[in-house]
């Protein structure tokens, strides 16, 4: 998550548990309302990329078919 965060500027990293960064955090989306709205445009695009429903469905029923394929070759070859 991190990197998809930074690299497509949709909000800010902070350590876990690190209070105090992400009350500097949201004291910068606070104070700016033009980088708060380029970072939510951003995050509707990125989630819109790469969690919409069917993109994911369909790329993960491929996956399970290939596992399935794969394990079902290993058994009938031993």
């Given at each position: 998550?991190?990197?998809?965060?930074?690299?497509?500027?949709?909000?800010?990293?902070?350590?876990?548990?690190?209070?105090?960064?992400?009350?500097?955090?949201?004291?910068?989306?606070?104070?700016?309302?033009?980088?708060?709205?380029?970072?939510?445009?951003?995050?509707?695009?990125?989630?819109?990329?790469?969690?919409?429903?069917?993109?994911?469905?369909?790329?993960?029923?491929?996956?399970?078919?290939?596992?399935?394929?794969?394990?079902?070759?290993?058994i009938?070859?031993?």
């Open positions: 998550m991190r990197e998809i965060i930074e690299t497509q500027h949709i909000g800010f990293y902070y350590p876990p548990n690190d209070v105090d960064t992400l009350v500097d955090c949201i004291r910068k989306l606070y104070r700016d309302a033009a980088l708060y709205k380029r970072m939510s445009e951003n995050a509707r695009k990125v989630f819109g990329q790469i969690c919409d429903a069917d993109k994911i469905y369909d790329e993960y029923a491929r996956h399970v078919e290939m596992v399935a394929n794969d394990y079902k070759h290993r009938e070859g031993v």
